[in-house]
């Protein structure tokens, strides 16, 4: 809020008029504590050696109804910040990065016939694929749930 | 106007970086720029020559001004889109100048971008290769001069050709703050606020129907691909295409509704479509508050 304050008060100072925000000013989604997350929106929960991968609230908000869900083949390699798969709403196609790397052990078939179970639970039931890590180390670079929330009401506020 | 920019030029945060990028491309763009910047508060720079003036005149210009410097990044603040005109182009190349576009706009070394063509009678598929829904076999489209393609981006399939615009543009998302949902809705709008300079009632589609619709027909489509933060493809309003090619396919899967275009709507004389391109791509640029604006006629594109 401190900063949406010091935007508008720097913004009449250098007489540039601020645009209405689309969105109305809504408080953070849901973040949960116990996961780590990207900056591109993707969420992973760690357990030992294996990670589930899916989306944040956040993202799925700004998505829109999901439509269908590409997903990648079980035995495949995935990259940490490479895409692995898609998600499709409103006639668009967004990537879906993962955060870690390592290969594909299983992914949620039911998210071909229920595709929106990414919108309805994005941290449970719309789980995207399960990981086996080659590196648990590269999840220290990834940011917690009170980073995170920061990090989405920053990207919200910016205009 | 005036008063905005001494403000803006006497910062730190301008004199440092902006500029030198400025440099970096083709004359016509650095003109309008420092157009731009002299018609800051001293009334004798207006009529300066600007095509006299050297960026080394001016400004110092740092030892290492190279692309992806973050003297760069600082210059893009200033919302700037670099249209390209570029008449009827094949799909295919189209589509391999959207991904060159779209990488180097990842890596940040060029603005936001939007194409502005059309192109001969194509059909496409989305990623979903909804293939069920082209109504007649493959074989027999090459006998119709058409081509078939498939493509990544969402929505259906479609037909593209003469006498439809087409705008790709070739954004970042986290630049301008927008969702993939809010993106769409924006450029639904802006089909919208083009079909209402030709009196046309339109509305953007509820949910399930994106797209803009005259009653029950589809006058404008969308497609996009959002690939690490960067738009391709985008949307496709009928101007006045021949509307028998949608025959031959169940139009974004959708069957019970039907196809129109402007010249059968709008109840005036249409112009010229580069008259009608223009008019959409000021539309796209108002609605998503693009300050800065840079016409390429690449219709010579090899």
């Not at chain 1, 900056?39 to 439509?67: M, N, R, Y």
């Not at chain 1, 929106?116 to 039931?125: D, H, I, M, T």
């Not at chain 2, 004199?15 to 970096?24: C, E």
Request: hydrophobic letters at 35%; charged letters at 20%; a neutral charge.
């Amino acid at each position: 809020m401190a900063s949406r304050l010091w935007g508008s008060r720097a913004a009449s100072y250098l007489r540039i008029s601020i645009k209405p925000s689309f969105n109305f000013y809504r408080p953070f989604s849901s973040v949960l504590k116990d996961l780590k997350y990207a900056d591109t929106h993707e969420w992973v929960k760690v357990d030992g050696s294996s990670a589930t991968v899916g989306i944040t609230d956040h993202a799925q908000d700004h998505l829109g109804d999901v439509v269908y869900v590409e997903l990648p083949e079980v035995g495949a390699t995935v990259t940490k910040g490479d895409s692995f798969g898609a998600v499709e709403s409103v006639k668009a196609t967004s990537d879906v990065n993962s955060p870690v790397s390592g290969k594909v052990v299983e992914v949620n078939g039911e998210l071909s016939s229920s595709p929106g179970l990414v919108n309805a639970s994005p941290y449970e039931e719309g789980w995207i694929i399960k990981v086996e890590m080659s590196d648990p180390g590269e999840v220290s670079s990834l940011m917690g749930a009170d980073q995170y929330t920061q990090f989405c009401e920053e990207e919200d506020n910016k205009h | 106007m005036n008063n905005r920019f001494p403000g803006l030029i006497n910062s730190r945060r301008f004199k440092n970086t902006g500029f030198q990028a400025i440099s970096k491309f083709q004359a016509g763009y650095q003109t309008q720029y420092l157009q731009v910047a002299t018609r800051a508060s001293f009334t004798e720079r207006r009529n300066f020559q600007v095509s006299q003036l050297g960026a080394k005149s001016l400004l110092p210009r740092s030892p290492v001004a190279d692309e992806n410097s973050d003297n760069f990044q600082g210059m893009r603040s200033k919302r700037t889109l670099e249209i390209w005109k570029m008449g009827i182009v094949n799909y295919l190349d189209a589509l391999k100048l959207q991904e060159k576009l779209a990488s180097k706009r990842k890596l940040g070394v060029i603005t936001d971008t939007l194409l502005s063509l059309q192109h001969p009678p194509t059909y496409t598929l989305g990623k979903r290769r909804t293939y069920h829904n082209l109504l007649i076999p493959e074989s027999e489209l090459s006998a119709m001069g058409a081509n078939l393609h498939y493509t990544e981006r969402g929505g259906d399939i479609t037909f593209h050709g003469p006498r439809q615009a087409i705008l790709y543009p070739i954004l970042s998302l986290r630049e301008a703050g927008l969702g993939a949902r809010k993106y769409v809705e924006n450029l639904e709008a802006t089909m919208v606020r083009l079909s209402s300079l030709y009196n046309v009632k339109v509305h953007a589609g509820e949910s399930g129907q994106t797209g803009v619709w005259v009653g029950e027909r589809k006058i404008g489509a969308i497609g996009v691909r959002i690939s690490s933060g960067i738009t391709s493809h985008g949307l496709a309003f009928n101007i006045d295409p021949d509307l028998s090619f949608f025959k031959h396919i169940v139009p974004c899967g959708i069957t019970d509704k039907g196809v129109t275009s402007l010249r059968m709507e709008a109840e005036m004389e249409l112009p010229e479509d580069e008259v009608i391109h223009e008019q959409l791509v000021s539309c796209f640029t108002q609605l998503f508050g693009y300050e800065h604006v840079v016409w390429k006629d690449r219709s010579f594109f090899p």
